[in-house]
Structures are given as C-alpha cells and as structure tokens.
T-cell receptor, first 113, second 112 residues
Framework: ETGVTQSPTHLIKTRGQQVTLRCSSQ?????VSWYQQALGQGPQFIFQ???????GRGNFPPRFSGLQFPNYSSELNVNALELDDSALYLC????????????FGSGTRLTVV | AQSVTQLGSHVSVSEGALVLLRCNYS??????LFWYVQYPNQGLQLLLK??????LVKGINGFEAEFKKSETSFHLTKPSAHMSDAAEYFC??????????FGKGTRLHILP
C-alpha cells in the first residue's frame, strides 16, 4: 500500500509567478484535501476534491485552484504568487469521509521571493 | 462549524514524566476528533482518532485520549515521555462535512 506522494518537495518562485503542486493519493482513497501550513501555524484547509469535483473550500482566494484526475491524483495551482503564499503545502487523501482520518504527504515547501 | 483550541503552544516535560496536551473543540454536530503528530520537515501522522463508541481511545506510540462531551475536550496523554516524543502535536475536529479543521498546534519538548 503506497502512501501519499507530493512533488516537488521544495521550490522557489518569484512574486507574481504561477505554481503547480502535485499529489498522488494513497491507493484506495478517492478524496484529496489540500492544506496550507505557514511557519509555526496549524494547517489551514484550502479545498477538497471528491470524484473530480470540488467538495468544499476554505477561506482562500480564487487564485488558489485545483484539479482531481480520474486516478484520484490532484494538483494545486496558485496564480499571481504573493510573499504570504510561502508555506508548506500538504496534501491528504482519504476514503469517502474524513471520519477515518486523512493520510498526509510530506508536503511541498514553497518559498516566494 | 467546527473549531479547535489547543492550550499551550509549548509544553515541556521531563523524560519519563506524564505527557498531557490539552484540546478543546467546538462543533455543532457530534464530532470526529483526531490527534496528529508532525516531526520536523515532515507531513502529519495520525496518532489516534475518535469517531463513535468508546470514549477512551488508544493510539500509536503509547498515546491515548479521552473524549469528554460535557467538557468538549479531547486531551492527549502518555504515561511516560520519551525523547523521541519531541514533536509538534495537532488536535483536529471534523463534522458532517468531513473537512478536518486543525488547531494551532502544541510543540512538545522533552527534557533529559
């Protein structure tokens, strides 16, 4: 049973650029959630995808968007990067419901300069 | 809507002493409750979860937590701290919308 894989592990972008982060969900999981974790903070919910449709969104602007593919992998896209977007981005997969708990990837560390 | 409050952003205990990390939640529906641990430069690992049934939940690495509805609490304990327990701990809550909401975390320091 494979876990959740995120890529890349680190990247540096310039303010105003666009970035795409990728996530492969755990085998058997059909739901993917994305979180932003700023330094010294708890993870903040960005959005969740279930069966390729957005299934809830946190308090993030529209320049944060996502996709889920038929194999349940997912992408997080961020346009017009701002310095405050610098954070650890965590992907988590689950089966149907978060009641069973999420399996997290190791995250992508994004630095915006 | 759900929310979580973790009391104490930093907790220090001596090796071999009791670990107690406090968590209070707010939920408009019967909650699902979780504790996750995060080691430096890593993702989050599920320690334990409460969904229904027995209110005392045992997790990995000797941790356990008790769901107390009357106190809206879900405190995490471990009888004897080990140096390897030093990490960041997050309490989290989920309601019927299945979105997991995290607290701000408590950093656990183990003193030799």
């Amino acid at each position: 049973e494979t876990g959740v894989t995120q890529s890349p592990t680190h990247l540096i972008k310039t303010r105003g650029q666009q970035v795409t982060l990728r996530c492969s969900s755990q085998s058997g999981h059909n739901t993917v959630s994305w979180y932003q974790q700023a330094l010294g903070q708890g993870p903040q919910f960005i959005f969740q995808y279930y069966r390729e449709e957005e299934n809830g969104r946190g308090n993030f602007p529209p320049r944060f968007s996502g996709l889920q593919f038929p194999n349940y992998s997912s992408e997080l896209n961020v346009n017009a990067l701002e310095l405050d977007d610098s954070a650890l981005y965590l992907c988590a997969s689950s089966y149907f419901t978060g009641a069973y708990g999420y399996t997290f990837g190791s995250g992508t560390r994004l630095t915006v300069v | 809507a759900q929310s979580v409050t973790q009391l104490g952003s930093h907790v220090s205990v001596s090796e071999g002493a009791l670990v107690l990390l406090r968590c209070n939640y707010s939920s408009s529906v019967p909650p699902y409750l979780f504790w996750y641990v995060q080691y430096p430069n890593q993702g989050l690992q599920l320690l334990l979860k409460y969904t229904t049934g027995a209110t005392l939940v045992k997790g990995i690495n000797g941790f356990e937590a008790e769901f107390k509805k009357s106190e809206t609490s879900f405190h995490l304990t471990k009888p004897s701290a080990h140096m390897s327990d030093a990490a960041e701990y997050f309490c989290a809550v989920s309601g019927r919308d299945d979105k997991i909401i995290f607290g701000k975390g408590t950093r656990l320091h183990i003193l030799p």
